[in-house]
C-alpha cells in the first residue's frame, strides 16, 4: 500500500509542477500538448484500455461491449459502456479526441462524457475557443461546476483528463455524511478544484451510491476517442501515526 501511496503522490507532484510552470489560459488552454499524454500506468494501476480490445468494457445491460477499436483508440458508438472493474477512491487518467464537426453546434459538437463510479459525470465536448466555458461545456461535472478555465484543444488532437476523484462517505446506516469530491485536470491545468458533488448528475445505474462503482464513458451518438484509460485505487485517509515506521 505504501509503495501505490508514494507512487500516485510522485504522480501527482509532477502534474502540479507542470501547472505551475503554465500561465492560466481562459479561452485557448496550454500552448502544447498535456504534459500527462501517453501517460504510462504506474505500479498498482488498474488498466481498463490499453488498446487492443474491450475484454475489461460492457454495455450498462451488462452484454459486451460493441465500440469500434482501431489503431490503439476505441470510439464511442454503441451506447454507453461501462468498466467491469469497480472503484471508491482512484485517481483517474484517460485520454481523448474529439472529431472535426465543424456544422454541428452547442451539445451536438462532439458531445461525450466520463461519469466517476458510473454516477458523476466529467463533460467531455468539443468547446475549443469558447470565452467563458459553461456547466454544458467541456471539463463542466456536468450542470453543476463549470471549468474553471478554457483548457481544450482543437479537434482532432488528444486531450488527458487527470481525475482525483473521493467517494461520498456514508455511515453504518448508509446516512449520507459527505458528497463526493472532484479535482480535475485537462491537459495539465487545473478546470475543477476539489468541488463538491451534491447530487447524482448522471442517470444513476443502481440504487446505492454508497457502493464502489465503475468508470462509464458516454456514447452521445458523436465518433469521440478514447485511449489509454486506468486508474489508481487510494486510501481512503492516512495513517494515525505522527512518525512512521520503517520496516527492518
Known sequence: MMTRVMTVA????VIAASVAAQPA????GPPGASPTLGLAPPAGAVVLFDGKDLAKWTRMDGNPATWKVADGAMTSVGGDIRSQDTFGDAYVHLEWMEPDMPDAQGQARGNSGVALQGRYEVQVLDSFGIDVPGKGDCGAVYAQYAALVNACRPPLEWQTYDIIF??????????LLEHARLTVLQNGIVIQNNVQVTGLNYPPMDADPSTPGP????DHGCPV???????VPLPEKGSEEYEGKRAG
Request: glycine share 4%; net charge positive.
Open 225 to 231: 476517442q478514447y485511449r489509454n484509460v486506468w486508474f
Open 166 to 175: 473521493r467517494a461520498p462517505r456514508y455511515g453504518a446506516d448508509k446516512q
Open 25 to 28: 489560459l481562459p479561452v485557448a
Open 215 to 218: 468508470l462509464l464513458l458516454q
Open 10 to 13: 510522485l504522480l501527482l507532484v
